[in-house]
């Protein structure tokens, strides 16, 4: 294979062979490739949902949908918390602090047939939701963790239930064991781990070295979340961890094919090629249209933007054409200045593993005072403000 098709870090690393992978079980569902797309704010809505769908098969939740609003009945929740017709199985992830919402809300979910499977957000590391109690904070609270998620599972019945958290708040405050263990006893059909902690934030590399361990302490599945940049990236983990499968977050943004070249590699077949700057084109205009078609050209257009960046990052002259395409506010202008664009230029293999989305950096983690005092309080926090997921 090219060198131009993969980085110096995958070369060497294998397509999966025959049997070496299994479908990722969760309850009544069975997910092949073993690949889910990772919940993000503003980014996982039904158009992108779709597009990523048509690469590849997997488990494609929505974007956080938090619970209270949801429980309430509040429209501009329940438009995001909608699926398309085609879409199937249906994964919407659920943020919430009150056992009490998050009871009502998964009990109207499945009592509508809404959903095939529910995610469970622990994970956020955004400042506003941990100051307040909640997000990366809960795991600090055992008691309220195991609350919420048997809230979680009781109103679900047949629908599975996952949960997802990061290693910990910072190097101090180490939550992953317990998170892992308390999703098993209240029945969660898995769990995932974003390999870092919420001071890291996306900083650094991803510590795959505690998706092993957590394999190793539960009997449930377990998916690992962090720097899957390429498709081989994922089998590398998987095979580096023993995990179940893999959540794929920023490494899709601007690249939905990538879940074309995961199928590959997983069913032991070779990397298919990178598209060439023309399909890149094609694809941008079809998600900007989607979009469009879902909630309004000019909401959609300004939502945009950052797509359009993602997707043409490391292209010749991309940064002058990411200039401009920040001030196209109609779809038929980001038509009209694209179509004069080298179509045949490849796809630059720098641009594989730059960062795309979240920036890097790392925080101090703000949390309520005296929130440390008793971790074993179970009292429900003040922090149902719809973020960013972990």
Partial sequence: MSALHESDVNRDVPPARPGELAPLRLGPLWVWPPVVLAPMAGVTNYPFRALCRRFGAGLYVSEMITAR??????DKTLKLAGFG??????????YGVDPH?????VERLVGEGAVDHIDMNFGCPVRKVTRKG???????????LANIVRAAVTHAGRVPVTIKFRIGV???LITFRDAGRIGQEEGCAAVALHARTAAQLYDGEARWEAI????QRVDIPVLGNGDIWEAKDALRMLRATGCDGVVVGRGCLGRPWLFRELAAVMNGEPTPAPPKLGEVLDVMLEHAERLAQWMGEGPAMRAFRRHTSWYTKGFRGSAQLRAELMHVERLEQLRERVA???REQPFPPSALRVPRGKSSGTQTVSLPDGYLDDLLDATPPEAEEESDGG
């Fill in 85 to 94: 017709p085609e879409e199937s199985p249906r994964s919407l992830q659920l």
């Fill in 340 to 342: 004069g664009l080298d």
């Fill in 69 to 74: 609003p949801l429980a309430e009945g509040r």
């Fill in 101 to 105: 919402y998050v009871g009502a809300a």
């Fill in 134 to 144: 909640g997000g990366a904070a809960i795991p600090l609270k055992p008691r309220l």
């Fill in 170 to 172: 910072n190097d101090e």
């Fill in 212 to 215: 092993a361990e957590l394999k």
